[in-house]
Each structure stands twice: as C-alpha cells, then as structure tokens.
C-alpha cells in the first residue's frame, strides 16, 4: 500500500516520505558556547524550581557583565533574578540567609578573585553550618562567576581559586571545562543540598562545543565528583582542569604525530577529587602529568602528587609526577609576560617528554 500510493502520488509521495525519514532520524549535536549553556542551565532551574534565584552584580538588567544572565530578568523579573549593590560580602550574607531559610540561590561574583570579599560568608557561614549545627540547617547555594587567569587584566583579576576553596571542608568545588560540562555540572550544582563554589574561566565563555542530544535534555545532569576521560591513552596521564583541559587535548595531538599515545583526564570537580579515575589512569599508563593554570604552592597538582605518593597506585610509577602550573608570581599586565606566566601547549609537550625521558 505504502509503494503504490508512492508510485501514485508522485513528487509530493516521495517528498512526505523524505520528510517523515527525515523527522525519524536522531537530530545532530549543537554547536554551543559555554555561555550559552551556563544561560541554559540556569534558565532550566529557575522554571523547574520556585526556590532557585540569582543574585548579583548586573545579572539583571544588564543580562551581566559577561551576558552570562541574558534574559533572565525579561523572563523571570526582580524577584527571581536580583541586581545588588557593588558590596561582596552584603549580597553574599543575603545569599546564603536565603539558603538557611530554604531557597536554592545562585550567587554570582563578577570575578572570584572580588569574592575575597566575601569569604567569610563563603567560609564561615555557608561552608561550616551544616556541621556546626549537627545537620540541621543546610546551606544549598551556589557560588559561581569567572576563575583564574583572564587576558589583559593584570594581578588583581587573574588568580584561580581551585585550590584555596578546594581546601575547605563543608564546600563542594566545580571546574567546567565544555559546555556539557558547564550544563550538566551546573544544574547538579543548583539541585546539591550544599554549598558549591562554581568555578568558570572567562575566556571559554564564548567558546563554542557540540551538545549531544542526550545533554540538550532539561533531565541532563552530570554527578558531582566525577571525572571524564576526554582521550584515553596508553603512555602517560595528563590531569587538567577548567580551560587547561583544551591546552592539554591540543598537546595530545601534536605528540601523537610523534608517536607518544597521551590520555587527557577532565577533572571535572576539584572537591570531592575523582582519586580513583586518577589512580586508574596511572596504573594504566605509569606517567602522571598535572596542568592548572593555579599557582604550584599548595596547588591542585600538588594534592594530586600527594594522593598518588600515599596510594596504592605510586608502585606504578614509573617516574616522578611533574606539574605543569601558573608561575609563581602575581599575575603581569604586559601580553608576553602573561603569557609566560600561565601554561601553554608548549610547556605541557615539555613536561611529557621529560616524564617519558625523551629529552
């Protein structure tokens, strides 16, 4: 019956026959940005949850300093999404009031480097209540704003916090990378019972990255603590986070043509840290290789290095753990100096090579 009315009906047959295979087939990735998944993400929880607000400097009528926010308050108005005044720790002691009280808060600092300001509300209150109060009150917000190094914006915007709130007991700490990563890990941020600092990177806001069908979905959510194996490998781990995941992919490429089989691990959440994803890895490849753009002192690839000294997989190694991190320095205005002062593709090929004993 079917080929019959096709061969009855002509062109217009085939046309509705092409488009009905065409509607059946599975829909191809998205091509988006960072920024537009954060918008999303936060769009998505706003409607899903009446409790969810966002607070802020500029996040309202502005659409935020870096359109992170845009259409939000058209959407949802002043009472949903909150323009503040320019004083740190005030929005985020209402922020976190608001979370003892019962709301799901979004609290976003322009930059983390502004919430200093505020750290004893992030710390103290937020971090320690659930503790100091035997699990009676619970503090579920959300921290979240631009992390670490930025370009042109000299020492006072430029500090990766992954490590200082990664130290903290009480707080749960996020570092996207993708925009999957930026959708899902957001949205669990917004839907955990605690306290997460949020930490995005300014220069992967526009950034474009295929959505798959599966993380389009209003239900798609990535857990908490869980890392991703962005390449797998054979030789040698590298363990980055946040936009030194991408540094880390491009290395990988450029030393395949050498003949050196790189596996990329996207950390993904800095605390609670996916030890056992790392662990894995190393006994898999026995070389171990960090990247962050934080500073080395205390940084996460030194937590890393601790971790993997005090376990099970250090009999596997069959070098030492090196670093690759942001220098040692407050961050320089001038362009070369800036550039000298966070890792580069460049900087990662050499810590391979040394690790591996090919230089």
């Not at 046309?15 to 998944?37: G, I, M, N, Y």
């Not at 579920?140 to 992954?162: K, L």
Request: charged share 20%; glycine share 8%; hydrophobic share 40%.
């Amino acid at each position: 019956a079917a080929l019959r009315s096709l061969f009855c009906g002509g062109k217009s047959s085939v046309s509705l026959l092409l488009q009905r295979s065409f509607h059946r087939s599975s829909p191809a990735a998205l091509q988006v940005t960072v920024r537009d998944a954060l918008n999303q993400a936060m769009d998505e929880e706003i409607e899903r949850d009446e409790r969810v607000f966002l607070l802020g400097e500029e996040v309202a009528q502005y659409d935020g300093a870096y359109k992170v926010s845009r259409g939000l308050w058209k959407k949802y108005g002043d009472k949903r999404v909150m323009d503040t005044p320019i004083t740190e720790m005030g929005f985020a002691g209402i922020a976190v009031g608001a979370a003892m009280a019962g709301l799901r808060p979004i609290c976003e600092f322009m930059t983390f480097n502004f919430s200093m300001q505020a750290i004893d509300q992030v710390i103290n209150s937020a971090a320690k209540t659930y503790y100091m109060s035997a699990g009676l009150v619970s503090v579920p917000i959300v921290f979240r704003g631009p992390n670490g190094a930025s370009a042109g914006v000299a020492a006072q915007h430029s500090q990766c916090f992954a490590a200082w709130y990664g130290h903290c007991p009480g707080l749960k700490v996020v570092s996207p990378w993708n925009a999957e990563d930026a959708r899902g890990l957001l949205k669990s941020s917004i839907r955990d019972d605690n306290p997460v600092v949020f930490l995005e990177n300014e220069l992967m806001y526009g950034v474009p990255f295929e959505l798959s069908e599966q993380a389009q979905s209003k239900d798609f959510v990535i857990p908490i603590g869980k890392a991703k194996i962005e390449r797998p490998g054979s030789q040698i781990t590298l363990a980055s986070h946040s936009r030194s995941v991408g540094h880390c992919l491009e290395a990988a490429s450029v030393l395949a043509k050498e003949g050196i089989d790189c596996e990329v691990i996207n950390l993904r959440t800095i605390r609670p840290m996916d030890i056992e994803s790392i662990e894995a890895r190393v006994v898999k490849t026995s070389h171990l290789v960090t990247v962050e753009g934080g500073w080395p002192q205390f940084g996460v690839g030194a937590e890393i290095c601790a971790r993997i000294m005090e376990g099970p997989a250090f009999n596997y190694l069959d070098a030492p753990v090196v670093r690759v991190t942001g220098a040692d320095v407050p961050m320089p205005y001038a362009k070369i100096l800036e550039e000298n002062c966070t890792p580069q593709v460049k900087d990662i090929i050499f810590a391979v090579k040394k690790t591996l004993n090919l230089l």
